[in-house]
Structures are given as structure tokens and as C-alpha cells.
T-cell receptor, first 113, second 114 residues
């Protein structure tokens, strides 16, 4: 059965700290891995990763994929209270037009001032 | 360019009633996905549709749930004879095509069954 596991489930740090969120997966016919940030409502897209070893960056956020070890990490440096959210990892798996997203349970990140 | 729109944002139904949730994709997007989020759980895929076509409904409960995406108008997720366990947030996402395109999410509809 395809599965995506995120860790930790929750994390509390102080403003300015650096955090690393983990996402491991076991799926058949991997296509891509996506990171989303969910605040009060709908998730917002952060990154899509398809190739191993290529870091994607957006401001203080960065992410990398390891297709050999089947995991991805999301790094946030110099955290701010606005980074408090649930970070969701999803893996796109399937072939042709028959694919779907398998979601992790999320990491709840709380940044204390 | 308006984002994905969902309505209503909050819906309260009594047990046994029907719930209809609407999703208008982003302009230019022809692919729609429905997800359900239960408290303390991640998003669970329900169904993937293109215009007038259900592509993948492997996440849909076998009974009481149905979805459509007509040629004109929004996508509709319909839940008949709602039960308390249907209370959840239902998110719709759209993408311009299938495959390697990120999905953009709507604000969700929070369904409460009393």
C-alpha cells in the first residue's frame, strides 16, 4: 500500500531557529513530491520535486529530494511566527493519466516569539 | 485571475439531508480534485475529474457520495443522507492539466452534520 510519512508530527521552536521537516514515502510509480503550507484554510503550494539532489529554494525555505533513500526534507531558516502552520507533503504516483496524490498527515510547526 | 472558489464556506445539515458543495476552478484549469480533511488527519483524496469525465474516483465512499464536473458551471460534490461522520472540511483543487502540475486549492467548505 502506498504511504507517505511525515515527521515530526509537531514541532515547537523559537523565532530565529532553523527547522527541518521530513517526509518519507513508499509508493509505486513515483512521479513527484510536493510540499504545501496549510495555515487556517487551504494548503498553498510550496515546491514540486521530481529529481534527486536538486535543491529548490524560495526565500528562507528550501527542499531537496532523495529518490534513492525515498525521502525529502523541507528546511526553514531564521523562522518567523508567520511560519507557524501545518506543512503537508504529498507524493504523486501512478502511470499515464492514472495517478493520484498520496498525502502525509502533516507536521504542525509552532514558532514562539 | 481569481483563485479556486468554493461555496458555501460553511454548511450545516441535519442527519439524512443532502449536502451540495460547489467548486469553480481557476480560469484556464480543466482538472478538478476533491479532498476531505478530517480533524487531526491529513488530506484524503476523493475524486479527480475533468470536464464531463470522472478520471479517478478511487477515494470516494461507495455509497451516498457523487461528483460531477459539467461542461458549463462548477464541479459539484454531492453527499446524500448525510451522517455525523461526514462532518469535515472538503477542499477542491484545480490544475491546468493532469500529471506534473501543481494543484491550487480553494478555501474549503466546512460541513457540519448535526
Amino acid at each position: 500500500e502506498d504511504k507517505v510519512v511525515q515527521s515530526p508530527l509537531s514541532l515547537v521552536v523559537h523565532e530565529g531557529d532553523t527547522v527541518t521537516l521530513n517526509c518519507s514515502y513508499e509508493v509505486t510509480n513515483f512521479r513527484s513530491l510536493l510540499w504545501y503550507k496549510q495555515e487556517k484554510k487551504a494548503p498553498t503550494f510550496l515546491f514540486m520535486l521530481t529529481s534527486s539532489g536538486i535543491e529548490k529554494k524560495s526565500g528562507r525555505l528550501s527542499s531537496i529530494l532523495d529518490k534513492k533513500e525515498l525521502f525529502s526534507i523541507l528546511n526553514i531558516t531564521a523562522t518567523q511566527t508567520g511560519d507557524s502552520a501545518i506543512y503537508l507533503c504529498a507524493v504523486e504516483a501512478g502511470t499515464g493519466s492514472n495517478y493520484q496524490l498520496i498525502w502525509g498527515a502533516g507536521t504542525k510547526l509552532i514558532i514562539k516569539p | 485571475n481569481a483563485g479556486v472558489m468554493q461555496n458555501p464556506r460553511h454548511l450545516v445539515r441535519r442527519r439524512g439531508q443532502e449536502a451540495r458543495l460547489r467548486c469553480s476552478p481557476m480560469k484556464g484549469h480543466s482538472h478538478v480534485y476533491w479532498y476531505r480533511q478530517l480533524p487531526e488527519e491529513g488530506l484524503k483524496f476523493m475524486v479527480y475529474l475533468q470536464k464531463e469525465n470522472i478520471i479517478d474516483e478511487s477515494g470516494m465512499p461507495k455509497e451516498r457520495f457523487s461528483a460531477e464536473f459539467p461542461k458549463e458551471g462548477p464541479s459539484i460534490l454531492r453527499i446524500q443522507q448525510v451522517v455525523r461522520g461526514d462532518s469535515a472540511a472538503y477542499f477542491c483543487a484545480s490544475s491546468p492539466a493532469g500529471g506534473r502540475y501543481e494543484q491550487y486549492f480553494g478555501p474549503g467548505t466546512r460541513l457540519t452534520v448535526t
